[in-house]
């Protein structure tokens, strides 16, 4: 079971960053309106891809996991406090393919994804 839930959260993860990178202008641009530094802009579709990547390898998965949980995490609290403003940006999630602006809907998402991380952890 442990194995299933971390291909699901990869499989994401490696849709997110490659959609980030096949539409990396549109990406910067959205990922900086957003607040996000210059060097976190590149790292964060790479971080992406690397976690999927040690999750189906299942190399220090345990350190893995907690990785994944961590930017989870920060990508929904970023997520719960731009809700707050007035007007919604696009959320980049997933590169140009997420033009829609951010709503509750992501916040659901990632919540799933941090309970199938979890799950990940205590099915190991």
Do not use: H
Request: charged content about 10%; overall charge positive.
């Amino acid at each position: 079971m442990s194995f299933f839930l971390a291909v699901v959260v990869a499989a994401v993860f490696v849709y997110a960053g490659v959609a980030k990178f096949a539409t990396f202008n549109n990406w910067t641009f959205q990922a900086r309106a957003l607040g996000a530094p210059d060097p976190f802009v590149v790292l964060v579709p790479l971080a992406e891809i690397a976690l999927a990547v040690l999750l189906v390898g299942r190399w220090w998965f345990t350190q893995t996991l907690i990785a994944s949980l961590v930017l989870l995490v920060a990508f929904t609290v970023l997520l719960l406090v731009r809700l707050r403003d007035p007007e919604r940006l696009p959320c980049s999630c997933f590169g140009a393919t997420s033009q829609r602006p951010m709503s509750w809907i992501d916040v659901g998402r990632n919540v799933i994804l941090i309970a199938l991380v979890i799950g990940a952890g205590l099915t190991q």
